[in-house]
């Protein structure tokens, strides 16, 4: 293949602004897909990013398109997920791009990851193709999206592609500025081969499958793949592209993208942005790499039935074969007995893990309120990190503990200024700047701890800004807080499960709060359970669940003993879901409670 | 063996399957009675309105039916229940008592309980029952409110219970029991006391109080679904604590859950069966439990009448209890009653830690006692029953 007739890029866009139906109509429009065959945004595989409207995992599919010029062009379309909680993956994708499609609603305009993602982009030198999509809604303001563009991008909105993916208008001239704009990559044939391993997935006959952009060489079946970090090789069993279905082709070549087969167990013996060469004809020097991707958010997760510890932990691996940002080591809980403490990279992260647990392995699970990685400093000068709050250290053994700040940077229409300002100061936020890109819109910088992000940040933003606020965030540093730990006792005992950490101005009004939702979402028991909330030994809290009172079925006579005794046995089943704690039941959504405050 | 004693294992005098040829060792028989001049808002028994015509067939079936479950033993109690027994001309009654002496053994001071409803009996006909050997009288009485009673789809009102009681008593019955219901969505807890001392005025030896359940299928649960609401837990809990005291200040013991009576006058009938007793059920929908086999007949009133050459096996559907079974059931029973649970019985109970850990928990917060082989459920704490069995079967 000449690399003058390759093009690989990949669209970049703020999350709901058509990316995936846009990738679709391009497909359609090269043959990649016949129409009858398409279902509704074929690039998101998996089950649930079709249902959530999210791609979680980039994939690469390769299409054919003739220009008008005559020439066949080979393009390889990357395809980057688009929720703030995955930029690192976004940031990946690109490295596999020469030139990025920047695709912006034309109702909403240019939006926080709008924003984000073209930098990443520019960073990258990558040639930029502005789209402005949905011009067919009526809400559609072109101009406007030009003035954005040009003021917060420097971009030059005359450029911009004017296009509509869900009619099909524009995808023409979409796929000739591919061919005109974006160049074609850089290689050598002859050199001996160098390739990036941009992602993976794991599939659970094949093992891991790499993704790759070739920038030197080529490789084939047979080939003794070498990585460059750990010196290990694997026979390459397969290459191939997605088109968009796997299919094996005989060889990936200097320029070109797409994956190997090469009998690797692990997604860890492979490690995403490992650079791959040839055993014995090794390239000189590695590819820069990709920086480790560090879990930001934590929580428990516990199987609700203990016997199911060990599909737990089966299903946890097989997941973190396809998912590097997912970490797990097994924790114990006084309350919950055996479970994992799971990290992700953000709330929807570990949301999309849960349910998947839930989903494809049948496990029934209690997760508990997330929470932020804290460093804490003892006053033996030794610094530790904690994961858990349970795991806090007595608080006269603690100097002073640090929690990290995010920048977060926020656009919203002007009239919601106010609202988004008050939030942030009540989630102790640092204004940094506020700037506005055109007359209606406004980006606000603020410095937040990623604590108060966790609990309900998004969507008290989405509430007070009627959906129209977006976000971005990246992590800045960690910062000395005056945090402390809430413990909750259920009849008197403390249950680590439910202790969390908090800022001390707000532990008491939390506390409360918390105790407040427990009282709502524990079901009345036999017994009456007194809940109480406490900072070291110091009471915060108290409230009280009454002890249920009537449960009995009156009338008992000798036609309906069958029927009582299935009842009973019925309503034993059902409680089967909570989780006993002492002589408590506690259905699995009481872990959750920190989350569910006002 | 005395099954109150509460040794069940070696009962077994069938294995799996009935067919009509073992003698069976029971003292207790139940006949369902599925007539009704119309039905209850609230109730999900197995009743037909406009069959009366039918009773004569239906009377000459179940003494039919007899022969099907030859008893060995002397019955110590029979019950009629519906349905409404009282739509039983005093001739069905004695023809099927009749019949009852004639194949199987009637102890001289046999219980013979019959549910009535006020309007369908008078003076003559309790005289008439009470000649043919009825001993116990029920009287489904349930609210004294004409208003509350109407919307139940009761046909009659206080007055017509007063006159049934009396009538009752002049016709000789000494036992008699009056059925009250709590718990009602068209009651306030005044009215529910008023029903209650209104009740007791009449100086009945029994009284039978249940909250009331609401059934899937009933007109009642419809109305439910379409908004009427229900007091809460705490009112009619507060109304079971009144009735209990209430009824010990005047004398009742409780010996279930919802029933009440006087010395000597408690129900041995349902007593048997709560106990864990062998009894045999004849016609539509009755069940009947003899050692390890429950069979309960279906609910077609057509097919039962249809029933040729004492075919009534095909009528019968069949459970079979094993011993764990057996065992939950025993327990769910046994600690309804005031005589409480064996505590031989719970062993299955105490060789789970954890149900163990809860059962010492339940005693130690007093919601059950133990006294002397027995443990005891609190009668404060018969309203939680749910509440513990689940955890302990």
Redesign the interface.
Known sequence: MNLSTIRNFCIIAHIDHGKSTLADRLLEKTGAIAIRDMRDQVMDQMELERERGITIKAKAVRIFYTAKNQKQYEFNLIDTPGHVDFNYEVSRSLKACEGALLLIDASQGVEAQTLANAFLAFEQKLAVIPVINKIDLPAADIDRCKRQMEESLALDGNEAILASAKEGRGVEDILEAVVQNIPPPSGNLDSPLKGLIFDSMYDPYRGVILFIRIIDGGIQKGCRMKLMSTGSVFDVEEVGIFKPKMEKIDQLSAGEVGYVVANIKEAKEARVGDTITEDGKEALQALPGFQDVLPMVFCGLYPVNGEDFDKLKEALQKLKLSDAALSFVPETSLALSFGFRCGFLGLLHMEIVQERLEREYQLNLIATAPNVIYQVRKTNSETIVVDNPSKLPNITLIEFIEEPYILAKIIVPAEYIGSVMFLCQEKRGIHKNTEFLDSQRALITYELPLAEMVIDFYDKLKSCTKGYASLDYELLDYRASNVVKVDILLNGEVVDALSFIVHEAKAAIRGRAVAEKLKEIIPQ???EVPIQAAIGGKIIARETIR????????????????R??KL??K??EG?KRMK?IG?VEIPQEAFMAVLKID | MNPVDGNFKNDTCMETTWNGSEAIHASHIYFHIPFCVSLCQYCDFISFTGKANLIDFYVDKLIEEMDFFPISRSLKTIYFGGGTPSLLEPHHLEKILHAVQNKYHLEGHAEISMESNPETVDFEKLKAYRRCGVTRLSLGAQAFQTNVLQQLGRQHDWHRIQCAFEDARKSGFENINLDIMMGLPFQTSDQFKKTIQEALKLNPDHLSIYALQVEAGTPLSTRIKNGLTLPDDDQVADEYMWVQDILQSNGFDQYEVSNFSKIGKHCRHNWAIWRGDNYIGLGVGAVGTVGTIRYSHRDSLKEFLQIRNGHFSTFLDQEFLPLQTRQVERVMLELRTSQGVLKSNLDFVFQDRQKKTFFEHLISQKYIVQRGDYYVVQPEKFFVLSGILDKII
């Open positions: 028991q036999l017994f002890a249920r009172r009537k449960d009995v079925l009156a009338k008992c006579y000798g036609g309906d003993i069958t009582k005794r009973l046995e309503q034993k409680k006993n002589q």
